[in-house]
């Protein structure tokens, strides 16, 4: 485009053409109209990147496909690439030339974002284009642009989510029929919520980068994937949430990032128990949100659907328009990356929270005083020690504590598994509460 | 400024030093280093527009306070003014003047916004300015950005608000502790969450307004407040709350907007039974939040604290800092006003809805027959009845309907009235099915 003529279109370029690309063209036809008026100029979708361009798919009627990458990055009438190939190669790589060549590059690839987004953040200065990826965490929930540009009147001190559909949603079929964690992935898996292999949903990887991602905008500094602290949901029972709710709370996996000022910034995902109370803990089966705290909006929340193919292409498309409206403003970099405060990371030894503890132990007298003692020695207070169950000789006890390092928390439980009248630590999982607490 | 130089500073005038006007200089002032490398420049309060400059006031050190409009709408160097003066005149007049002397202004306006919103639009495009009214809805909230720039991929069919905190606070303590209506409003009063006049906020005038605004955006529409069919919570009483909890709801008073295609965009705002299950249930106290269902992104909800100080500065200084982005870019009208679309109204009697109906009639035989003739004669078809309690020779009727026009209701309940039967149609309230409505 020549700078100062009116544009009458703007041409895209799609990599990827499955599930959300998929999302991307319906939604770009269906709501042409409303989409046209709102970017103020059309948009054409010119080339689409497929691996076999002979397939017959949904929707490919009158686009272009090419098995050709360089029909795109070299097309120097398209002006917007849409990268939506997943995982780091070749989709870094056809960013980085995208925006060599001057082209304005959105994308939903949390991978990228997560561990290279400081290459990225660079090329988009360097060359003078737009970078954008809302769709990259939260599906279609707008955040990212909600956090660029809509809380930078606050310091933000904790920004908390549920963002894996696919374990939100076992861990709620779990509480609602008291199902094992084998069967519900089953179903997951069955209804196409889960993939065959879905180490990255359960073990917590996927909610780990677009925390990351969440975590670098809302404290101004690059949090990457390496520097999260992960804990996935493969250990959680039925048993454990059966206490979480008699307790008056509900079992989620919660990705957490807190700027705890000179003791670093605390990034992390794991289980925790919930109060039923918390805004998050009503979020059920594939549904996410994200809970940020600041300190002039207070608390604020953002809800919707985590992924899906019209709720992703949701976000991207919005990115596309944002884009067109840059251009004809003869703008860009408008939503720079503001990470401009370098801060320390807080070892999550270092990390505070109260603990839910499951011990199966020897049913005689003076147990309780030996694990009060073992807590004890390693100044862990607790809260409240129930006896549950009784199995022969053996019984369960599920103890509650009060805010520790988890440092101390886990000095504690290895005292506590020589102990002679402990036969096994079931469960220890993280308790959140926000009153308590405060934000670190 | 002169274009082209490098900005190192925009200064702001601030129209009105209440309650926001107070958080806005906290905000500046405690965030201004986050503020300044987020807004790329040093944002300064230079004056402030007072009733009374000698009056002592908290946050007042430093500040320029003036009695004299003109020393900000005549000041050359200020290029953003901040108007928290509320109500119509002279609010109205001073932003107009702001835009035409070139200054960009934010406001918390909802009333000039939902009354005057053209007027204001249309100085904002003749002066080349930006017009930016964040905190006009669900203060600190983000839901007018989001609207603008990130759901624009969507044809948004509903939007839907607990946009009143006041109320939501009332109908929260009734349903809590079973207190009355009169009770409640006391205690609200006591607290500083209802007005000594609270009217604007118990007859839905300010959710009215609210959801003007919202709806303009959403549906692309105009939509002013006289628009809006409004009904207050004055007449709900424990009963109905109660009744209401039996049959799986919750009381509230929600703001709805629905684009219902060639019937027209209905707006209006009135208690309704809400399913508990329905993401807005959840909302209590002094919280506010807007549901939002578009064809891409599906469900999507924004909630947070939509009073108060600070939470209202957040979202004026977002303004005020994308404003000075804006200004540094060169670019303004960015977020221009998109009520492309002149969408007719769905006038109130056309409007659908399942409906409550609470009736004290004789207790005897042959009543009920008598009551499902009155509403067969109708068509209004009945879900359930339930006769509950009784009272001497009478007994209270609770009818839920299918989906009806709300004038079929009106004809149904003007006949109940005159039968014989019936001493008093004690509550009419709508039910909310999103299951079974639909969008309309």
Redesign the interface.
């Known amino acids: 485009m020549m700078k100062g003529e009116e544009m009458k279109e703007i041409k895209i370029g799609m990599l990827g053409f499955g599930t959300v690309g998929t999302?991307v063209v319906r939604?770009l036809r269906?709501?042409e109209r409303?989409?046209t008026?709102?970017?103020g100029v059309k948009l054409t979708l010119k080339s689409v990147l497929v691996r076999d361009a002979k397939k017959e798919r949904p929707y490919m009627e009158g686009l272009h496909l090419t098995e050709n990458v360089d029909e795109i990055l070299n097309d120097e009438e398209i002006d917007i690439v849409i990268e939506l190939l997943g995982g780091i190669h070749p989709a870094r790589e056809y960013m980085l030339v995208a925006m060599e060549k001057g082209k304005n590059v959105v994308t939903a690839n949390k991978d990228v974002v997560a561990q290279f987004g400081k290459d990225m953040f660079e090329a988009m200065e360097k060359y003078g284009v737009d970078f954008h990826f809302?769709a990259s965490v939260g599906g279609?929930?707008?955040i990212v642009?909600?956090l660029k540009?809509?809380?930078?009147?606050?310091?933000v001190t904790e920004i908390m989510g549920i963002i894996n559909g696919t374990t939100n949603y076992m861990l709620s079929q779990m509480a609602e029929n008291g199902s094992d964690y084998d069967s519900v992935l089953k179903e997951a898996q069955a209804k196409g919520y889960a993939e065959a292999n879905p180490a990255a949903d359960v073990e917590g990887l996927d909610a780990a980068r677009k925390i990351a991602i969440l975590a670098s905008i809302a404290f101004?500094t690059r949090i990457r994937f390496e520097d999260v602290s992960v804990e996935g949901i493969t250990k959680v029972t039925p048993e454990d949430i059966e206490y979480a709710k008699a307790l008056g709370y509900v079992v989620k996996l919660l990705a957490i990032g807190r700027d705890c000022g000179e003791a670093g910034v605390d990034v992390r995902v794991h289980p925790v128990f919930l109060p039923k109370a918390h805004?998050l803990a009503?979020v059920n089966d594939v549904y996410n949100a994200i809970f940020v705290r600041?300190?002039?909006?207070?608390?604020?929340?953002?809800?919707?659907?985590g992924a899906?193919s019209?709720?992703t292409?949701?976000?991207?498309?919005?990115d596309?328009?944002?884009i067109a409206?840059d251009m004809q403003?003869?703008?860009f970099g408008?939503l720079h990356c503001?990470c401009?405060?370098h801060k320390s990371l807080c070892p999550v030894e270092e990390t505070k929270a109260s603990y839910y503890v499951r011990l199966l132990v020897d049913d005689e007298p003076g147990v309780l005083a030996a694990i009060a003692t073992a807590f004890g020695n390693h100044k862990v207070s607790l809260k409240s020690v129930i006896q549950t169950r009784r199995y022969k000789e053996r019984a369960e006890i599920v103890a509650v504590t009060h805010v520790v390092k988890h440092r101390k928390m886990q000095e504690a439980a290895a005292d506590l598994e020589k102990l002679a009248v402990v036969s096994e630590i079931r469960s220890i999982i993280r308790v959140e509460n926000p009153q308590e607490d405060g934000a670190c």
Not at 149 to 155: G, M
Request: contains cysteine; aromatic residues 6%; charged residues 20%.
């Open positions: 999302g939604v269906e709501n409303e989409i008026a709102k970017a809302e279609g929930i707008p642009m909600p540009q809509c809380l930078t009147a606050n310091r101004n805004p009503s600041g300190n002039a909006i207070g608390e604020a929340m953002f809800y919707g659907r899906g019209l709720p292409a949701s976000a991207v498309v919005a596309v328009i944002d409206r403003l003869d703008t408008r503001t401009y405060a």
